[in-house]
């Protein structure tokens, strides 16, 4: 059984830095490109960063510069660090693995989620 964990999320005051971490378990997706979105209130899932498994990188233009999404192919897991965080920033974060190697920006492009985890930034 596929299964993806999130874990990082919390309070945190502008400016600040977190870090989510996702781990994946129940098959490998090392070839498979993995990914971050977030859901504010009363608004649709965005992309927010994806990492193929060779190193190829894609940034939504609202955090670029300011996230960073890494991947540990042998653990199976993905992470997002989050600097210089903004109260927009604030939503639920989840994890994704895409069915493909490329990188999509869709979420109809990812076949499995984690359930999430609240990230909140206060001003």
């Known amino acids: 059984q596929v299964q993806l964990v999130e874990s990082g999320g919390g309070s945190v005051q502008a400016g600040g830095s977190r870090r989510l971490s996702c781990a994946a378990s129940?098959?490998?997706?090392?070839?498979?490109?993995m990914g971050w979105f977030r859901q504010a209130p009363g608004k649709e899932r965005e992309f927010v960063a994806a990492?193929?498994?060779?190193?190829?990188?894609y940034y939504a233009d609202s955090v670029k510069g300011r996230f960073t999404i890494s991947r540990d192919n042998a653990k199976n897991t993905v992470y997002l660090q989050m600097d210089s965080l903004r109260p927009e920033d604030t939503a639920v974060y989840y994890c994704?693995?895409?069915?493909?190697?490329?990188?999509?920006?869709?979420?109809?492009?990812?076949?499995?989620w984690g359930q999430g985890t609240q990230v909140t930034v206060s001003s």
């Open positions: 994704a693995v895409s069915r493909t190697a490329g990188v999509g920006i869709g979420p109809d492009e990812y076949d499995y």
């Open positions: 129940g098959r490998s997706f090392s070839r498979l490109a």
């Open positions: 990492r193929t498994w060779i190193g190829t990188t």
